[in-house]
């Protein structure tokens, strides 16, 4: 299986500021033949399914504000908020749909400091 | 407009066999790179993906559960629907089910679905298992 680590568990930010949330995947989910990254960004709010964010590592969902953006490739990725707004707090999860089966980061909560 | 919503008993007792149904609409389940997949999540926990169906019945199963599980599809109902035998109190969580479109690969004759994100969910229901 691969296995997807988020890196921090938790992280609070200030209202207005720069959150960033990380995941490495145990082996590269980098498919050669069209090279794309097998990865996906959710969000998860209490309550709720999770909602996905971001996808092809880097391609914003349709309705996503802008200043959701990803980043990486072949193993490491990172979700970036460019400018924490009170309605993005909630649970983070990166996914792996390189292979089955498909595997999600244990997730990071993101709170307003 | 895609909506999926899951439906079953919202309590089972250990050892008892869950059957959980998605019920879809908004997209076919006979379009090519088509899928539906199932997802758990354990309360506070994280995800877990446990099974998918693609278009062409091809089924993939999570290793650790796949002796548990069964997928299948009803095109004529628009339905997904999942069994997982032998329950236990950890299988308790909210189950989920997913849509997901994919692009499809062909050798020669034989083609079939590229895995790909979930972009539809379910609301989820809540499964316990408990004597």
């Known amino acids: 299986d691969i296995v997807m680590t988020q890196s921090p568990d938790s992280l609070a930010v200030s209202l207005g500021e720069r959150a960033t949330i990380n995941c490495k995947s145990s082996?590269?989910?980098?498919?050669?033949?069209?090279?794309?990254?097998?990865l996906g960004w959710y969000q998860q709010k209490p309550g709720q399914p999770p909602k996905l964010v971001i996808y092809w590592a880097s391609t914003r969902e349709a309705g996503v504000p802008d200043r959701f953006s990803g980043s990486g490739s072949g193993t490491d990725f990172t979700l970036t908020i460019s400018s924490l707004q009170a309605e993005d707090v909630a649970v983070y999860y990166c996914q792996q749909y390189y292979t089955t089966p498909i595997t999600f980061g244990q997730g990071t909560r993101l709170e307003i400091k | 407009q895609i909506t999926l919503k899951e439906s079953g008993p919202t309590l089972v007792k250990p050892t008892q066999t869950l059957t959980l149904t998605c019920t879809f609409s908004?997209?076919?389940?006979?379009?090519?790179?088509?899928?539906v997949a199932w997802i758990r999540q354990p309360p506070g926990k994280a995800l877990e993906w446990l099974a998918l169906?693609?278009?062409?019945?091809?089924?993939r199963y999570s290793p650790s559960l796949q002796s548990r599980l069964a997928i299948t599809k009803d095109t004529s109902k628009n339905q997904v629907v999942l069994t997982m035998t032998n329950m236990d109190p950890v299988d308790t969580g909210t189950y989920y089910c997913a849509h997901s479109g994919g692009a499809v690969t062909c050798s020669g004759r034989s083609c079939y679905g590229q895995l790909s994100f979930s972009d539809y969910w379910g609301q989820g229901t809540l499964v316990t298992v408990s004597s």
């Open positions: 169906i693609f278009w062409d019945d091809d089924v």
């Open positions: 908004g997209f076919s389940l006979t379009s090519s790179g088509v899928a």
């Open positions: 082996q590269s989910v980098l498919y050669s033949s069209n090279n794309k990254n097998y």
